[in-house]
Every structure is written in structure tokens, then in C-alpha cells.
């Protein structure tokens, strides 16, 4: 399925150099930096991750937060899946597939709670900047495909595991 050719172009249009699409994700990174520390949204969804019983007893309305969420989530993964077939100029079942693992372990590896109740905006953009420099390291290297998603795995239970910290004895 090939978009059309505008939106085509409007995907790797630049200005002074600089891709628009880089602009609007640090514009938009900003924004949901702010909407998660300074909105009551923002502050309620991470009320719901940190403990979904006693937000509710704050007053905070789970479902609708949660529905709102869900929402968001779906809403943006549309916006990039238009994005991603845009800037290869066509569409298929699996264009994003190779960034499935890579989304997890940005957000594992950048310090943002896999459980919830914590989110790291800074560190995402540091744990990005780490995955493609290491994913860029391996292809020169010539490592496969296979390796890569091995390492990325394996990045990420590691941190997972660092992160745990010491059980607390009873």
C-alpha cells in the first residue's frame, strides 16, 4: 500500500538539515514530559501504576484514566504506523516488527518502572541514544540479526534484575 506522495514527502522533509519528524518528537517529548509531572492526567496515570487500590481511593477515576490510556496508546501507534509507512513509501503486515524489542528495552534500560507508577523521560532519550549507538556497534561488526535480539534481551533482563534491587528478609 503506498500513501500518498505529500504525506510521503512530508515524512523526510527537512529544515536547515534537520528532519521535521526529529523536531516534532523532541517538541512532542517535551509535552508529555510535562503532561506526566505538571497535568492531573499525567499525575493519575502514574497513580494507577504505582498502586491501582489506592489511587482509586485518592478519588482518582481508574477506569476512565485507564480507558483514556489505552486510548492515547492506540491513537499514537496509528500516528506511526502512518509515519513509518510514509518514510518507507509503502506498507506492510510487519513494518514495525524490528521495533518491538527495541521499544521495550528503551524504556526498561531508560530507568521507567515495567511495572509502573515511575516514568523517566530523560532516560528514555539516553536509553535510545545507548541502543543505537550498541545496535550500530554490532552491525558494524557484522553481528546478524538474531545476536542483536539475543543482546537486546538479555540488556534487558539484566537491567530488569539490577534494577529489582535486595529483597526485603521477613
Not at 16 to 26: C, D, N, R, S, Y
Not at 122 to 150: D, I
Amino acid at each position: 500500500i503506498k500513501p500518498p506522495p505529500g504525506f510521503a514527502s512530508f515524512t523526510n522533509w527537512q529544515v536547515l538539515g534537520i528532519p521535521v519528524l526529529a523536531m516534532l518528537t523532541v517538541v512532542f517529548t517535551i509535552g508529555a514530559a510535562l503532561a506526566l509531572q505538571r497535568m492531573i492526567f499525567g499525575r493519575s496515570v502514574l497513580a494507577i501504576g504505582q498502586n491501582i487500590r489506592a489511587a482509586w481511593l485518592a478519588g482518582v477515576h481508574v477506569g476512565r484514566i485507564r480507558f483514556l490510556t489505552y486510548t492515547l496508546c492506540g491513537a499514537l501507534g496509528g500516528i506511526d504506523g502512518a509515519l513509518l509507512a510514509g518514510y518507507f513509501r509503502g506498507a506492510n503486515v510487519d513494518i514495525g516488527n524490528e521495533y518491538l524489542l527495541a521499544s521495550i528495552a528503551v524504556v526498561v534500560i531508560g530507568g521507567t518502572s515495567v511495572a509502573g507508577g515511575k516514568a523517566n523521560v530523560p532516560g528514555v532519550w539516553g536509553a535510545g541514544l545507548f541502543l543505537v549507538l550498541l545496535l550500530t556497534m554490532l552491525n558494524t561488526f557484522g553481528v546478524s540479526a538474531g545476536v542483536r535480539l539475543v543482546l537486546t534481551g538479555l540488556i534487558i533482563v539484566g537491567v530488569i534484575t539490577a534494577a529489582g534491587g535486595e529483597k526485603a528478609v521477613r
